[in-house]
């Protein structure tokens, strides 16, 4: 399989199971000069790691990240830089429950499909544990961003079937709650139907919402590679989403030209949009006003109630999830949509510098 | 600008502009053997086509294929195949309104803020007939998977509020009208709801939904090229897509693990799925059931009522957009969706035959 | 077959066979701003046309390549440059001699081996002319590479034995004689000795020099994508090449490193070299200093002296190859070789532009 | 920057510095279901490490390799093989005499020039010790194309002056002697001349050979990735290599047609060449005869004799490279040219599985 590499000069590489040594990434392209250490990209595996809240697993992990190359004397040299997060919670468990047993809603039966067996130690390579290292990667971007003047806000726009509300949003709030929800009372909402969830053995969804602002105009390409398909890429190959969506999104198809065009104006000398229907992105490169979009996370496949299956050999049978698994998979993934993003972002900044001859040349009459 | 190609082995490369010479396709990696001819492409353009009805704008064009390479005695060679459809309605036209004033819902600012300045006749290269090229390319690879078996099969699901009933579906219809809706009652109403919006000088959206049948288990990657993903990445790249699910899609946040995740069966010997709420993919990988995606495609940007804007100087100013355009995108773009899909999944397909070794022994000890 | 295209950011993808309709290119990612007409291309492909001397095939081809999108009002846009030479020298000719036969030297049983079968006319995909889309490319990225003041320049250094002398070298000598050599003395022996062959029924081989100048200090990467290691792919990938060297090349297996190593001082203020052993790359980064390499060309294959062969069923037999054959490759690849060079070139001071991090923020900052 | 990955379906990623925490590689796109353990990996690792005779750094490295990732019940899974080797020697040195002083030969310059600043503790990245994570990726793609059938032998042809005598040729005594020289004289000979560099405190260079046997025909593509040309870039990717030939190589610049091309024959009732000039390629693609190429390396750049330089600020300086480098580098370059090719090789027959529709369609036929 070709498919573990994302992007075209910010490249990054992952690797690792769930219950294998570890995880990691090396990223590739990073540019040089970039103040670095493991504390900057700790601070956004901490956002996901397990055990935050009785809403996730109680999985014994640090996941605490090192930095094997790339990083010289605090600042990144222009070579790959390969990080690790070393499994700690690897111990020997009974997996004769799901050794031969397709779990639903999971990936047992397409990993068998495809490469005639798989690593049955829960989900291998389709464990959750693999964003892992596109936080690590990602964090990296976030960084640049951050000091480009660019910033990516992710946030739990609904759980199950409580929403923030528009006026009661508040971007701090975010991080007081163990759900992400930049709403206060939306977030003590959806604790309450999470806990319902979790007496009913079953599982919730959500919707992850993701602002970004500072963009310039210009960045993404025309055709096949418009920030918009890029982005629907990268969050879409997330573990779990199964809808992506940008600006209205959805809401276009029953919206009419009239009211679906933003139109433009003159804002302090610059063009500028008087409405954001268009969610930032305008045949496929960025417009100047905030980039938003969403994707839908389904429930948790891993499930205690009981469920209708067949083993590796076509027999039907019965299997219930025990052990540690979060009702809901949207707080966690916060932090993934975020980083996702931003290595995403990035990769076309830079990509963009080369869009323009005269500032080509002006680059390297400079050097 | 990298960005005009797509796909790993079955790689495809567009160029043109809608009042350029013409517009065309590069289709690299296409296997040798399959018998092609123009007709083949021919009948998957005709369905895109201008002029199908009072729908479509009026654009006088045959927009007919000529395949330039890559062909020899009725089979392709496995080299490149060149494709081009010669713009016939090049006349020259006064642009004096457009030329310097951006289209709101267009890409003329985004186009100039990237590259300094644009090809401002008509969309240049963002206009839907760069789809002409996509189109092409796709009706080769549907060509291939129909005779592996696999149909690829898109219809107009809603147009504005009026969507397709499942009780009144039916594969042939869509055919029978313009809309390319399987359902005629839903296509008579749909054409009412867009005269009233020709009328008003408007434009409406809507939604395009696509089933594959008869795809094998196991294609797709596990992580960045999840097919959900390749599939979303080519999808939303099509021009006015601002929504992408697969399966449930945005309905999965709002429901429970145990209604969305699909219970395994051993059907015919076979292991199989008693519902289809994934859409046919589980961790990326096709599950073998039907898969089932959405677009949302926004209204048609250019519009006669008058729209508030900018010039290139920043001067704000009114533009009334006249001349040809569909009052709707969706039903020309149905075939775009159907042949971007079949690019997609056959680039996977072919990917797909080197993930065993024991195959691939296979495979070279009969050579 | 993925192959036809290459590069990261200057991405050229080709197509055509040499007596299908023709041959073109499509370069997707070339910067914007670039006044570009087809006088700029049609100067490049005048070098490697057809017909110039007794040495070169009479084929009636005037070459002529009409630019089909990417460029308006004689600028490049920044979207996919797509241009075409279409065979004028398409007449149905009788290819029984060579249809089921294998011509020594050539591609013929190495194409039916891949793909089954293979179009017969001459090479078809394999042919020489399949270079006019490389050298089309190139041009475009030489004229970039102008403007920057960097002087891309190749020569034939050597005809069989005949070889340029040091002593004699002149530039501009290069195009006053049809063998493309720099040395007056030289190229008249190197015709007499052609001349011969030619008597004979035999063919010669060469060497092609190219040496650049004027190319900024740290162009290329240090693993994969060595600046050596780029060129070296895309000079052999042109046909016949059979050797590739870069600097001292082979000479250095021979050589000490006491003498072999270039000392480095200081000339005019800036590091310099005092010798250029390294032929201008250090570590796959250019170092400042020319760039010089070498390749090695076989001879035409192609003869009208009989050579033993087999047929596609197996049955041993002979061959003699009439017609119009160049009795060697080297002129016509001299433009060749100088623009492969330029487009690879190009390629790398345009992916180099994301290697540090203050340049990109300095870059952003003033946009 | 990119430029750490290389492949196309097998793809292999490397990352580490000579002085960091490791070196290491990422695998993706191995086919599932291979036996692999540490085992086959670091036989071919302890070929190029260090401290094999008087001729190697007596640096103290096992060079231990970990398999991190993709390998389940000794089987590999299909999902990215992520190996490590951690560098034990990396106890704090004092490098001020390097630390602002470029050495001549070496990559100091050019890295300084395209990043701003480097890794200054030995070579950084451009260290020989970035081949062990070639030579663990390439030990991979050995065993696979060992599994089917094809063997991949690289050995010393020539050190300094002397030079492997044909008549004296023997594959098993390579590894007999420590030069990896097959020919138990010219290894005397060549230990003697080495012993004497080593008294002047000098280096040599040297030309490194390797023959591919049992590939079956086909398996390359026509145009830009000839087999011969991404042979190419993979070898002269490798750090001292300036030279690269495939069958007769430069020989063929003053060769003749008449005695270049390999007759075709029938032998045993498969198509065979008479002679191999060609070097095992044609038009590109593998002819079914063995492949054969050679690489010229440039002596060490590390001399303890002093050589003219400048420090960063231009000052003009001398420098003497004292410590532990090995005289010569082809001995412990053999594998690194063996695994870098078998890496090549494998990816393309890979790639070469897609290139047939009824081979394809006969594929999917039985899954």
Chains 1, 2, 3, 4 share one sequence.
């Not at 205690?304 to 299956?309: E, F, K």
């Amino acid at each position: 399989m070709a498919g573990s590499t994302m992007g075209t000069i910010f490249r990054i590489t992952t690797w690792g199971e769930t219950h294998g040594k570890g995880v990691g990434v090396v990223v590739d392209g990073c540019p040089a000069g970039l103040a670095l250490c493991e504390e900057d990209i700790q601070k956004y595996l901490n956002r996901r790691k397990p055990g935050q809240s009785k809403f996730t697993t109680k999985r014994n992990e640090g996941d605490e990240v090192e930095i094997l190359s790339g990083v010289f004397e605090g600042k990144t040299t222009g070579t790959p830089i390969s990080m690790v997060v070393f499994n700690k919670d690897q111990k020997s468990r009974d997996y004769s429950a799901i050794k031969d047993i397709y779990r639903p809603g999971h990936a047992d039966f397409t990993f068998d499909s495809k490469y005639g067996f798989r690593d049955y130690r829960g989900g291998g390579r389709s464990s959750g544990r693999e964003t892992i290292a596109r936080v690590a990667a990602g964090a990296i971007a976030a960084k640049i961003l951050e000091e480009m003047g660019i910033s990516v806000y992710a946030y739990a726009k609904s759980i199950g079937p409580v929403s923030v509300a528009e006026e009661r949003f508040s971007k701090e709030e975010r991080d007081n709650n163990k759900l992400y929800m930049p709403d206060v009372v939306a977030a003590k909402e959806a604790e309450r139907f999470l806990e319902e969830c979790m007496e009913k053995q079953d599982s919730a969804g959500g919707v992850v919402e993701c602002v970004i602002s500072g963009m310039p105009a210009g960045i993404g390409e025309p055709v096949f590679d418009k920030l918009s398909a890029l982005l629907g890429q990268g969050i879409l190959s997330i573990g779990a989403v199964k809808g992506f969506e940008i600006g209205d999104g959805f809401g276009v198809a029953n919206s009419l030209g009239s009211s679906n065009n933003d139109a433009f104006c003159n804002k302090d000398g610059k063009t500028a949009k008087k409405t954001n229907h268009s969610g930032g992105i305008l045949g496929g490169m960025s417009d100047g006003s905030d980039i938003v979009f969403r994707a839908a996370f389904k429930p948790t496949p891993s499930i205690a109630s009981p469920q209708n299956t067949v083993d590796r050999d076509g027999n039907e049978t019965e299997i219930a999830i025990h052990g540690r698994h979060d009702p809901i998979i949207v707080p966690r993934a916060v932090v993934v949509v975020e980083t996702m993003a931003s290595c995403i972002l990035l990769d076309r900044l830079l990509v963009n510098m080369t869009s323009r001859l005269d500032r080509i040349k002006e680059f390297y009459k400079e050097k």
